[in-house]
């Protein structure tokens, strides 16, 4: 199983930028697939999920939409209204159990992608 992400780069406050997941080696259509990301010096934190439902960090809310396209087998992360504290690493993550309960720790995620560099100027 491999999980691509893409979609980062540099873009200045109140941008947007959309981020993609391309899943291989399974389906994930009744499986959690979120996004992660990571700052320098902090800890992954839980930005988004998707099953038949969204999630959303509450830091995130409002301006950042995922979304999924069970045909390409691909999640994506819609982020408007950058703001320099969201430039981080962001990770592509999904479980393997087809579990009806959302988690927000990374650890119960078993499949992660190479991680994709969002940076937003002020």
């Known amino acids: 199983v491999q999980l691509q992400a893409s979609g980062g780069g540099l873009v200045q406050a109140g941008g947007s930028l959309r981020l993609s997941c391309a899943a291989s080696g399974r389906t994930f259509s009744t499986s959690f697939m979120a996004w992660f990301r990571q700052a320098p010096g902090n800890e992954r934190e839980f930005v988004s999920a998707?099953?038949?439902?969204?999630y959303y960090a509450d830091s995130i809310k409002g301006r950042f939409t995922i979304s999924r396209d069970n045909g390409k087998n691909t999640v994506y992360l819609q982020m408007n209204n950058l703001r320099p504290e969201d430039t981080a690493v962001y990770y592509c993550?999904?479980?393997?159990?087809?579990?009806?309960?959302?988690?927000?720790?990374?650890?119960?995620?078993?499949?992660w992608g190479q991680g994709t560099l969002v940076t937003v100027s002020s």
């Open positions: 998707i099953r038949l439902n969204t």
């Open positions: 993550a999904a479980r393997k159990i087809d579990t009806r309960r959302l988690s927000t720790t990374s650890g119960d995620y078993d499949y």
